[in-house]
């Protein structure tokens, strides 16, 4: 499902950073893992890249048996939609947008006709537990409530992929066990590729696989 | 301050752009504020030395207006005691036909007594025929020109020079060239001397001076001289020191002054709207810094400082920038102005140089300054107001006050109702400009209300268009209310402007028009010098008679123009056969009977003035006028005010009868012909030219040229209007660039997510593109509608200022042609901040705070 | 006993009237013996500026009457540029004179009035003033004492223009011969300035009146000379006062 081979990632600043140094990842496909490390270790920026939010310095990735290297960012952007779906740390819900229109916005950009955007929509708002909130802005739900929109939003097209980066890093330790549990239970459901980033030993230990990063390298990779 | 080197520098770094494009709005508006008052001041300026450097050591001046008087009068004033000396001048400007150099300033001076008035300073080695005024004088062909004249067309003593006189064009002779300083520098270097007397002759003046120029006889006080010569004149003569002309000169300019400023103050607007918006941002932007800055121990006061000081750190910038730019515009805009002035009024004018005076530079820098510190005042206070701890929580946007709206819309009723006040009850200029001001002031304080309930009435437009782009586009125009006002503000200002102009250029051009109808009928115009404006050349009288008998003419009308000075103003008074004319003319009236004024007129019995004389000069129906002529004042009541476009100071008409007995001359300088049915204007001018052409100065023009003159000259009295109105609008267009860069930045989270969900970079464009259509539309209903209430204001400002009553016209033509215009510019500068915002790093955008 | 010896033996006071009357009766002798009906002469002029380029010019002049009450007409006739100007002057016993000056290619004259009679006469070192005939009752003079002059013995006298006289000098000396009682030289000075010098040379008797054929004026504000020649002199001539009229002045270009 997910294959990176010799994968490096370098920041030129001031100082030349490398984020990841030749990686190699194979993730199978319904495999629910969770990537940790020290921050720095360069987490987000390997979930970064299986997302095609970013390109790698060098290596290959292919996701879904699309190489992604050497493809138009369109391409990339089709690629990211149509086999992944991002939840954030900080939710990154458009705040002018109520739940629905939020849920409903990938499916927009996919040019969706209106009547089944908004049934996939609802759908996936009651799948998250949030079929009350539906017409709801971001600022009037509570942090929980906010990562389940993000997530119903990840899961628009339910796309083959979800990555996670610190899902519950924002929330109390309660709402973030809601959420983990939620997440655990799509992925049982909908029989994802699930990737979680987290600097939580709890929730990485709840994950089936635990890939352990540092200063660029995996320096473990276990399955428990 | 040291604050504002830490925390604001690095931001103004850091968003170079966007700091440019607002320093750009306050550039703009000082730039055009500096360029037009030193352009000013260097006219007035040229025109004063070139007054005094041809007065040389004179220390009155002794005139009839433009008419000139007889010579009888030279002898008059040389008998008085108080007078040393005492010289006769004709002066005028005339085509002198060599390729680029333009006009040469004629003066006709009596070298026989002159040289202890003027210093000729004039070149070495040519001094015997300098030296020797008898071949001057016995040679009416003499010219004598300056060194800089004769090196720019290879001219030396000897040399030829073919310049037209009232009996075609004549070769003249340079027999002196002038060293440069002093006398040979007035005008730019442009003048030429010679006989007085030749210079009669040559312009067709008659046995007539234009001036004298007198030096006082030493101890005696200068003003006691110019009593006694006053008192030996009679009131028709003005007799004044040199300096008197500069002051006559500036009342012309003033109409032009006013609209000047008008339209800087417009730009020094739309630039401080920007300063705002952009501060709002930056204080938006920068809650979370401002959050820790107070949580570090700030104080408000320090916060508000810091956005202040770099408020007037921006202002500084763009005042500086705006002097600099200023000082080309100023350049540019003298050269224009002064040829609009040479053009419009006959007025020489030959600007050396546009300098900034230093007073004008610090006025410049103090408007940059303060515009941008009052713009900035409201966002620092925000800004100082910024609660610290819900600023240090991520993710949390700012939300308008409805406190705020309140009070906003409280002052909005209020600036609206005190609008209407002014005017009801406002009657002088103070009250009038105050309410201008005021009902400005009103839409400016609705803009944020309006543009908000717009916004939300446009979102179903835009959803309808591209649903999901649409719809980010509106929400997004929603939810910033302030950055949408602002911009949107600035918008509705300068199109406000637009309207204004524009709708006050188009009913002067249609009020010109049925005026030139009306008025300027004879096929064909025949005058002395080359344009209709320029009255430097005269007939005499009998050549009308002569013209009479070509064949296919059935009337000639022998007109006079000049100008007098009325109650301290240059105005033109008009000399025509008022009975002849009242065959032709139907003037339009705007007070009294036109038959019965013409009747009276034409037996001297009265005269008929021009509406803007009327408004201008405070004149009334029936209200006696008195005109300074050779023979003592002029009194006769007014008889009719009618429409009349002939000078924007006013003009005056008079039958020639009156001005033949009261101004002693039978002169002419245009000729209007009218032509039998059947005969072709051109074939009859080409009739006149081939008996006439060899022997007489004369330029026949068709009607039809006439009018093309006309227009061109409105055209070119617009012009800077024009400049102005661009400028309005490339303000305008900076700030929906800045809008939209700013609103880019803003929302970079927010695009980032949208294409992290799956929106492609058309998308992403689209919904861009959409918000700056979006601003323009906002920005053109309201502007459009202000523009309404701003033309009302303009032409009430036409009639006091320039006393021209111009219909309320709304030029739906200018404002059709703005609505594509607006959006086409909004989608033009929507490009590069949607460039801007696909090319983005997508990590950096999520991440970004 | 000569008059400088009894001047000698008077009290100063007295010797100052008495120079005073002396000087006047000096002046008045000088007048008789040169007053004419009428006088008719043509000259040549020459300018020598002050690097030596000369130019010239010629005139014919005719006078009727002569001191303080005369009329003249100068009429150029050289160079080819000038010819035909033509100057109309009448003298008044009371007042300045008026000039006029008839220009023929504009067909028109000109009056030169009285306060511009300090520039000089056409590119010449004369000035419009030196070129009026002095009236002995429009000065006060002063005898000065007597000096040699050229190998001729004169009298130094200073004249002031009296109020109602116009002048561009605060006063003027004059050296008048005392043999023939004719003017030597004349010197015009501007405060303690010397603005301008005339040496009457070449003195001859025409028709019993000794007649200067020579005039050199040295103006030394521009350190410039002009000589004037006098030909054909003639005096008593007959003319007529409507030949020195405007319409003459008309009628003869």
Same mark, same amino acid.
């Given at each position: 499902m997910i294959d990176l081979i010799e994968v490096s990632k370098c920041f030129d600043g001031k100082r030349r950073v490398v984020?990841?140094?030749?990686v190699d990842l194979r993730v199978d496909k319904g495999e629910l893992a969770a990537i940790v490390g020290p921050?720095? %270790?360069g987490k987000s920026t390997l979930l970064n890249l299986i997302g095609g939010l970013d390109r790698p310095t060098a290596g290959e990735i292919v996701i879904d048996g699309v190489?992604?290297?050497?493809?138009?960012d369109d391409e990339l952007t089709r690629v990211r939609r149509d086999k992944i779906g991002f939840i954030f740390q900080f939710f990154n819900?458009?705040?002018?947008?109520s739940c629905l229109e939020n849920v409903a916005l990938p499916l927009h950009l996919r040019g969706w006709p209106k009547k089944k955007t908004e049934a996939r929509a609802r759908e996936l708002l009651e799948l998250v537990g949030?079929?009350?909130?539906?017409?709801?802005?971001?600022?009037?739900?509570s942090g929980g409530e906010r990562q389940r929109v993000a997530i119903a939003r990840a899961l628009a097209v339910y796309p083959p992929i979800l990555l996670a980066d610190e899902?519950?890093?924002?929330? +109390?330790s309660r709402t973030g066990a809601e959420i983990l549990s939620l997440i655990h239970d799509l992925h049982r459901r909908l029989g994802s590729t699930v990737l979680i980033v987290t600097h939580d030993t709890q929730i990485a230990a709840t994950c089936p696989r635990l890939i352990t990063l540092r200063d660029g390298r995996i320096v473990e990779d276990r399955r428990q | 301050m040291r604050l504002a080197r830490l925390i604001g520098w690095p931001y103004a770094r850091k968003h170079v752009l966007r700091t440019c494009l607002t320093v750009a709005g306050i550039a703009l508006g000082v730039a055009v504020f500096v360029a037009m008052h030193s352009a000013n001041r260097a006219i007035l300026g040229a025109f004063q030395r070139t007054v005094n450097q041809i007065a040389g050591s004179a220390q009155l001046q002794v005139t009839a207006g433009g008419f000139g008087f007889p010579e009888e009068i030279l002898e008059r004033v040389q008998s008085l005691?108080?007078?040393q000396v005492a010289v006769p001048v004709i002066e005028a400007v005339v085509d002198?036909?060599?390729?680029?150099?333009?006009?040469l300033l004629i003066l006709g001076v009596d070298m026989t007594g002159d040289r202890s008035l003027r210093q000729y300073d004039l070149e070495s080695g040519e001094e015997a025929i300098i030296e020797d005024p008898l071949v001057f004088l016995a040679q009416p062909d003499s010219l004598i020109v300056t060194r800089e004249f004769a090196a720019r067309n290879r001219l030396a003593i000897g040399s030829r020079l073919s310049l037209m006189t009232m009996e075609g064009p004549k070769e003249f002779v340079v027999r002196g060239i002038m060293r440069p300083?002093?006398?040979?520098?007035?005008f730019g270097g442009n003048v030429a001397v010679m006989d007085v007397y030749a210079a009669q002759k040559m312009l067709g003046r008659?046995?007539?001076?234009?001036r004298i120029d007198v030096g006082v006889r030493e101890g005696i006080p200068v003003e006691r001289c110019r009593q006694a010569l006053q008192a030996a004149l009679g009131p028709g003569f003005e007799v004044e020191p040199p300096g008197a002309r500069g002051q006559h000169f500036e009342s012309m300019l003033r109409g032009y002054t006013v609209t000047m400023n008008i339209s800087s103050l417009f730009a020094l607007f739309i630039g401080m709207f920007m300063i705002y918006n952009s501060f709002q941002i930056a204080v938006s932007e920068r809650r979370n810094e401002i959050g820790i800055l107070r949580a570090l121990g700030a104080t408000q006061a320090q916060i508000r400082g810091l956005f202040l000081v770099e408020s007037a750190m921006l202002g500084g910038a763009g005042a500086a920038a705006g002097i600099l730019l200023g000082g080309v515009l100023a350049r540019f805009s003298a050269a224009y102005i002064g040829a609009l002035l040479q053009d419009v009024y006959g007025v020489p004018q030959n600007i050396e140089a546009a300098e900034l005076s230093t007073s004008l530079v610090a006025a410049g820098a103090a408007l940059g300054v303060v515009a941008s510190v009052v713009a900035a005042w409201i966002p620092s206070r925000a800004a100082a107001r910024v609660d610290p701890v819900q600023a240090l929580q991520k993710g949390k946007y700012q939300v308008l006050t409805a406190g705020e709206n309140r009070t906003r819309r409280l002052a909005a009723a209020a600036s609206l109702a005190a609008a209407l006040v002014c005017l009801v009850v406002g009657d002088t200029a103070e009250v009038f400009y105050a309410g201008y001001l005021l009902a400005v002031l009103t839409a400016i304080l609705l803009a944020p209300a309006l543009s908000l309930w717009l916004s939300k009435l446009l979102r179903p437009l835009l959803r309808w268009l591209r649903p999901v782009e649409g719809t980010l586009a509106a929400d997004s125009l929603i939810h910033a209310p302030r950055r949408t006002s602002a911009t949107v503000a600035a918008l509705m200002l300068s199109l406000a402007m637009v309207i204004g102009f524009g709708g006050m250029a188009g009913a002067i051009y249609d009020s010109v028009t049925e005026w030139m109808d009306q008025?300027?009928?004879?096929?064909l115009f025949v005058t002395a010098?080359?344009?209709? %404006?320029?009255?430097?050349f005269t007939f005499p009288a009998a050549f009308a008679r002569e013209l009479e008998?070509?064949?296919?003419?059935e009337q000639v009308q022998v007109v006079r123009h000049a100008r007098v000075i009325f109650r301290g103003v240059p105005v033109s008074v008009v000399a025509a056969e008022v009975e002849k004319l009242a065959g032709k003319v139907r003037r339009i009236v705007m007070q009294g009977k036109l038959d019965e004024m013409y009747r009276l007129t034409a037996r001297g019995r009265g005269v008929i003035v021009s509406d803007n004389f009327a408004d201008l000069r405070g004149v009334r129906l029936g209200e006696v006028v008195e005109l300074p002529s050779p023979r003592g004042m002029l009194r006769l009541p007014v008889v009719g005010i009618t429409r009349d476009y002939t000078d924007q100071q006013g003009s005056v008409l008079i039958d020639r009868e009156v001005y033949r007995r009261w101004w002693q001359d039978d002169t002419a300088d245009v000729l209007r012909v009218y032509l039998r049915p059947g005969f072709s204007p051109q074939e009859v001018k080409r009739r006149i030219l081939e008996k006439f052409a060899a022997r007489h100065r004369l330029f026949v023009l068709e009607n039809a040229e006439v009018r093309r003159e006309i227009v061109r000259l409105t055209d070119q009295w617009f012009g800077m209007t024009y400049n102005q109105i661009a400028v309005a609008v490339l303000v305008a267009v900076l700030g929906i660039v800045n809008t939209l860069t700013v609103s880019i930045t803003d929302r970079r989270r927010e695009l980032g997510v949208l294409q992290s969900v799956g929106g492609l970079r058309r998308q992403v464009r689209h919904t861009v593109w959409m918000e700056a259509v979006g601003i323009a539309l906002i920005g053109l209903v309201l502007g459009l509608a202000l523009g309404a209430v701003n033309l009302y204001y303009t032409v009430e400002m036409v009639h006091r200022v320039a006393g021209l009553r111009i219909d309320y016209q709304y030029p739906w033509r200018i404002a059709g042609l703005l609505i594509p215009g607006m959006l086409l510019i909004a989608l033009v500068s929507a490009l590069w901040p949607s460039e801007k915002a696909v090319r983005g790093r997508l990590v950096e955008a999520l991440e970004y705070e | 006993m000569s008059r400088s010896t009894a001047l000698l033996c008077l009290p100063p006071v007295f010797a100052a009237m008495l120079g005073a009357q002396e000087a006047r009766s000096i002046v008045e002798e000088a007048q008789r013996r040169t007053r004419a009906e009428s006088q008719r002469y043509e000259g040549t002029l020459e300018v020598i500026g002050n690097r030596g380029r000369i130019a010239t010019k010629r005139w014919r002049y005719e006078r009727l009457g002569s001191h303080g009450s005369s009329k003249a007409v100068l009429r150029f006739t050289a160079p080819p540029e000038v010819k035909g100007v033509a100057l109309l002057i009448h003298n008044h016993p009371d007042r300045a004179s008026d000039q006029w000056m008839w220009t023929p290619a504009l067909q028109r004259e000109r009056r030169i009035a009285l306060?511009?009679?300090?520039?000089?006469f056409f590119g010449t070192d004369f000035s419009f003033e030196d070129l009026e005939e002095r009236d002995v009752d429009q000065f006060d003079f002063r005898l000065l004492g007597e000096e040699q002059l050229e190998g001729a013995a004169c009298w130094k006298i200073e004249a002031s223009p009296k109020k109602t006289r116009a002048s561009q000098y605060t006063r003027s000396l004059l050296w008048i011969r005392?043999?023939?009682?004719?003017?030597?030289q004349m010197e015009g000075y501007k405060g303690q300035r010397l603005i301008r010098r005339v040496r009457y040379l070449d003195l001859q008797p025409v028709q019993g009146i000794w007649t200067a054929r020579r005039l050199e004026v040295t103006d030394f504000t521009r350190n410039s000379r002009t000589v004037l020649r006098l030909d054909k002199l003639e005096y008593n001539v007959k003319l007529s +006062? +409507?030949?020195?009229t405007l319409q003459a002045l008309r009628r003869e270009s």
């Amino acid at each position: 499902m997910i294959d990176l081979i010799e994968v490096s990632k370098c920041f030129d600043g001031k100082r030349r950073v490398v984020a990841l140094d030749r990686v190699d990842l194979r993730v199978d496909k319904g495999e629910l893992a969770a990537i940790v490390g020290p921050s720095g %270790s360069g987490k987000s920026t390997l979930l970064n890249l299986i997302g095609g939010l970013d390109r790698p310095t060098a290596g290959e990735i292919v996701i879904d048996g699309v190489r992604l290297n050497g493809i138009s960012d369109d391409e990339l952007t089709r690629v990211r939609r149509d086999k992944i779906g991002f939840i954030f740390q900080f939710f990154n819900l458009l705040p002018t947008l109520s739940c629905l229109e939020n849920v409903a916005l990938p499916l927009h950009l996919r040019g969706w006709p209106k009547k089944k955007t908004e049934a996939r929509a609802r759908e996936l708002l009651e799948l998250v537990g949030l079929s009350a909130r539906l017409e709801h802005l971001p600022e009037e739900l509570s942090g929980g409530e906010r990562q389940r929109v993000a997530i119903a939003r990840a899961l628009a097209v339910y796309p083959p992929i979800l990555l996670a980066d610190e899902p519950t890093g924002n929330l +109390d330790s309660r709402t973030g066990a809601e959420i983990l549990s939620l997440i655990h239970d799509l992925h049982r459901r909908l029989g994802s590729t699930v990737l979680i980033v987290t600097h939580d030993t709890q929730i990485a230990a709840t994950c089936p696989r635990l890939i352990t990063l540092r200063d660029g390298r995996i320096v473990e990779d276990r399955r428990q | 301050m040291r604050l504002a080197r830490l925390i604001g520098w690095p931001y103004a770094r850091k968003h170079v752009l966007r700091t440019c494009l607002t320093v750009a709005g306050i550039a703009l508006g000082v730039a055009v504020f500096v360029a037009m008052h030193s352009a000013n001041r260097a006219i007035l300026g040229a025109f004063q030395r070139t007054v005094n450097q041809i007065a040389g050591s004179a220390q009155l001046q002794v005139t009839a207006g433009g008419f000139g008087f007889p010579e009888e009068i030279l002898e008059r004033v040389q008998s008085l005691p108080e007078v040393q000396v005492a010289v006769p001048v004709i002066e005028a400007v005339v085509d002198t036909g060599l390729a680029a150099q333009g006009s040469l300033l004629i003066l006709g001076v009596d070298m026989t007594g002159d040289r202890s008035l003027r210093q000729y300073d004039l070149e070495s080695g040519e001094e015997a025929i300098i030296e020797d005024p008898l071949v001057f004088l016995a040679q009416p062909d003499s010219l004598i020109v300056t060194r800089e004249f004769a090196a720019r067309n290879r001219l030396a003593i000897g040399s030829r020079l073919s310049l037209m006189t009232m009996e075609g064009p004549k070769e003249f002779v340079v027999r002196g060239i002038m060293r440069p300083g002093g006398f040979g520098r007035a005008f730019g270097g442009n003048v030429a001397v010679m006989d007085v007397y030749a210079a009669q002759k040559m312009l067709g003046r008659g046995r007539r001076f234009d001036r004298i120029d007198v030096g006082v006889r030493e101890g005696i006080p200068v003003e006691r001289c110019r009593q006694a010569l006053q008192a030996a004149l009679g009131p028709g003569f003005e007799v004044e020191p040199p300096g008197a002309r500069g002051q006559h000169f500036e009342s012309m300019l003033r109409g032009y002054t006013v609209t000047m400023n008008i339209s800087s103050l417009f730009a020094l607007f739309i630039g401080m709207f920007m300063i705002y918006n952009s501060f709002q941002i930056a204080v938006s932007e920068r809650r979370n810094e401002i959050g820790i800055l107070r949580a570090l121990g700030a104080t408000q006061a320090q916060i508000r400082g810091l956005f202040l000081v770099e408020s007037a750190m921006l202002g500084g910038a763009g005042a500086a920038a705006g002097i600099l730019l200023g000082g080309v515009l100023a350049r540019f805009s003298a050269a224009y102005i002064g040829a609009l002035l040479q053009d419009v009024y006959g007025v020489p004018q030959n600007i050396e140089a546009a300098e900034l005076s230093t007073s004008l530079v610090a006025a410049g820098a103090a408007l940059g300054v303060v515009a941008s510190v009052v713009a900035a005042w409201i966002p620092s206070r925000a800004a100082a107001r910024v609660d610290p701890v819900q600023a240090l929580q991520k993710g949390k946007y700012q939300v308008l006050t409805a406190g705020e709206n309140r009070t906003r819309r409280l002052a909005a009723a209020a600036s609206l109702a005190a609008a209407l006040v002014c005017l009801v009850v406002g009657d002088t200029a103070e009250v009038f400009y105050a309410g201008y001001l005021l009902a400005v002031l009103t839409a400016i304080l609705l803009a944020p209300a309006l543009s908000l309930w717009l916004s939300k009435l446009l979102r179903p437009l835009l959803r309808w268009l591209r649903p999901v782009e649409g719809t980010l586009a509106a929400d997004s125009l929603i939810h910033a209310p302030r950055r949408t006002s602002a911009t949107v503000a600035a918008l509705m200002l300068s199109l406000a402007m637009v309207i204004g102009f524009g709708g006050m250029a188009g009913a002067i051009y249609d009020s010109v028009t049925e005026w030139m109808d009306q008025v300027l009928n004879p096929d064909l115009f025949v005058t002395a010098s080359g344009s209709i %404006s320029q009255r430097n050349f005269t007939f005499p009288a009998a050549f009308a008679r002569e013209l009479e008998h070509i064949e296919g003419v059935e009337q000639v009308q022998v007109v006079r123009h000049a100008r007098v000075i009325f109650r301290g103003v240059p105005v033109s008074v008009v000399a025509a056969e008022v009975e002849k004319l009242a065959g032709k003319v139907r003037r339009i009236v705007m007070q009294g009977k036109l038959d019965e004024m013409y009747r009276l007129t034409a037996r001297g019995r009265g005269v008929i003035v021009s509406d803007n004389f009327a408004d201008l000069r405070g004149v009334r129906l029936g209200e006696v006028v008195e005109l300074p002529s050779p023979r003592g004042m002029l009194r006769l009541p007014v008889v009719g005010i009618t429409r009349d476009y002939t000078d924007q100071q006013g003009s005056v008409l008079i039958d020639r009868e009156v001005y033949r007995r009261w101004w002693q001359d039978d002169t002419a300088d245009v000729l209007r012909v009218y032509l039998r049915p059947g005969f072709s204007p051109q074939e009859v001018k080409r009739r006149i030219l081939e008996k006439f052409a060899a022997r007489h100065r004369l330029f026949v023009l068709e009607n039809a040229e006439v009018r093309r003159e006309i227009v061109r000259l409105t055209d070119q009295w617009f012009g800077m209007t024009y400049n102005q109105i661009a400028v309005a609008v490339l303000v305008a267009v900076l700030g929906i660039v800045n809008t939209l860069t700013v609103s880019i930045t803003d929302r970079r989270r927010e695009l980032g997510v949208l294409q992290s969900v799956g929106g492609l970079r058309r998308q992403v464009r689209h919904t861009v593109w959409m918000e700056a259509v979006g601003i323009a539309l906002i920005g053109l209903v309201l502007g459009l509608a202000l523009g309404a209430v701003n033309l009302y204001y303009t032409v009430e400002m036409v009639h006091r200022v320039a006393g021209l009553r111009i219909d309320y016209q709304y030029p739906w033509r200018i404002a059709g042609l703005l609505i594509p215009g607006m959006l086409l510019i909004a989608l033009v500068s929507a490009l590069w901040p949607s460039e801007k915002a696909v090319r983005g790093r997508l990590v950096e955008a999520l991440e970004y705070e | 006993m000569s008059r400088s010896t009894a001047l000698l033996c008077l009290p100063p006071v007295f010797a100052a009237m008495l120079g005073a009357q002396e000087a006047r009766s000096i002046v008045e002798e000088a007048q008789r013996r040169t007053r004419a009906e009428s006088q008719r002469y043509e000259g040549t002029l020459e300018v020598i500026g002050n690097r030596g380029r000369i130019a010239t010019k010629r005139w014919r002049y005719e006078r009727l009457g002569s001191h303080g009450s005369s009329k003249a007409v100068l009429r150029f006739t050289a160079p080819p540029e000038v010819k035909g100007v033509a100057l109309l002057i009448h003298n008044h016993p009371d007042r300045a004179s008026d000039q006029w000056m008839w220009t023929p290619a504009l067909q028109r004259e000109r009056r030169i009035a009285l306060q511009d009679r300090s520039t000089r006469f056409f590119g010449t070192d004369f000035s419009f003033e030196d070129l009026e005939e002095r009236d002995v009752d429009q000065f006060d003079f002063r005898l000065l004492g007597e000096e040699q002059l050229e190998g001729a013995a004169c009298w130094k006298i200073e004249a002031s223009p009296k109020k109602t006289r116009a002048s561009q000098y605060t006063r003027s000396l004059l050296w008048i011969r005392k043999d023939n009682y004719a003017w030597a030289q004349m010197e015009g000075y501007k405060g303690q300035r010397l603005i301008r010098r005339v040496r009457y040379l070449d003195l001859q008797p025409v028709q019993g009146i000794w007649t200067a054929r020579r005039l050199e004026v040295t103006d030394f504000t521009r350190n410039s000379r002009t000589v004037l020649r006098l030909d054909k002199l003639e005096y008593n001539v007959k003319l007529s +006062d +409507d030949e020195f009229t405007l319409q003459a002045l008309r009628r003869e270009s």
